[in-house]
């Protein structure tokens, strides 16, 4: 089925009451809700090591961005067509003022040229990050997601590119075991580097 058909499945009312459902939500700190594949998906802030991968990630994508008008941001509302997705890392201007969504909640989706997940434990935070989010991500356009998996085999790095909007896939995928760098080809992060100096244990 493709996406657009899986898109048509969902009943247009579903999608206001799960947005309407969102907004109201009021949940303990150390949680998070996203708007995915017809669910408000509630999952836990990430573990020591995540936080870890989260950080190193993120100076390496502030550095290779320092002077180019951008800046990383970390755990806000990426909203399109009323999905919410929290990304570990995202790419925008260094005013987010420039690209909000249309109630103020987050930023536009479609005005986003990087995202970066860290994968949980769990199969459900696997096919989430894996499955649902590049999904979602594609059929918003962003040009580049990168994905760091410690519990892919023994640790994995992914990298989408070329996405289409139209089918929701990226069509370039490129996956390497940690140990292998792998350079983002695309996007205002183009030429970088991800390899040891962020996945070592």
Same mark, same amino acid.
């Given at each position: 089925m493709?996406a657009?058909?899986h898109?048509a499945?969902?009943?247009?009312?579903?999608?206001?009451?799960?947005?309407?459902?969102?907004?109201?939500?009021d949940l303990?700190?150390?949680?998070?809700?996203?708007?995915?594949?017809?669910?408000?998906?509630?999952?836990?802030?990430g573990?020591?090591?995540h936080?870890?991968l989260?950080?190193r990630?993120?100076?390496?994508?502030?550095a290779?961005?320092e002077?180019?008008?951008?800046?990383?941001?970390?755990?806000?509302? %990426?909203?399109?067509?009323?999905? +919410?997705?929290? /990304? =570990?890392?995202?790419?925008?201007?260094e005013?987010?003022? &420039?690209?909000?969504?249309?109630?103020?909640?987050?930023?536009?989706?479609?005005?986003?040229?990087?995202?970066?997940?860290i994968?949980?434990?769990?199969?459900?935070a696997?096919r989430r990050?894996?499955?649902?989010?590049?999904?979602?991500?594609?059929?918003?356009?962003?040009?580049?997601?990168?994905?760091?998996?410690?519990?892919?085999?023994?640790?994995?790095v992914?990298?989408f590119?070329?996405?289409?909007?139209?089918?929701?896939?990226?069509?370039?995928?490129?996956? %390497?075991?940690?140990g292998?760098? +792998?350079?983002? /080809? =695309?996007g205002?992060?183009?030429?970088?580097?991800?390899? &040891?100096?962020?996945?070592?244990?």
């Amino acid at each position: 089925m493709s996406a657009l058909a899986h898109e048509a499945m969902c009943d247009p009312g579903l999608d206001e009451v799960l947005w309407q459902a969102w907004k109201a939500m009021d949940l303990p700190e150390g949680y998070r809700a996203e708007i995915i594949e017809g669910s408000i998906e509630v999952s836990p802030t990430g573990r020591r090591r995540h936080t870890v991968l989260v950080y190193r990630l993120r100076r390496a994508f502030e550095a290779h961005l320092e002077g180019s008008g951008l800046a990383v941001y970390q755990d806000g509302n %990426v909203i399109h067509a009323r999905k +919410v997705c929290i /990304p =570990d890392l995202f790419v925008g201007p260094e005013d987010l003022e &420039e690209i909000p969504d249309e109630e103020g909640l987050g930023v536009d989706a479609t005005r986003v040229p990087l995202v970066a997940e860290i994968v949980s434990p769990g199969k459900d935070a696997h096919r989430r990050d894996h499955i649902h989010k590049r999904r979602r991500y594609a059929l918003a356009g962003i040009p580049v997601y990168a994905v760091i998996d410690d519990f892919d085999d023994e640790g994995t790095v992914t990298v989408f590119s070329d996405p289409d909007p139209d089918k929701g896939t990226y069509a370039t995928k490129t996956t %390497v075991s940690y140990g292998t760098p +792998v350079t983002v /080809p =695309d996007g205002p992060a183009k030429g970088l580097v991800i390899g &040891e100096e962020v996945t070592r244990p």
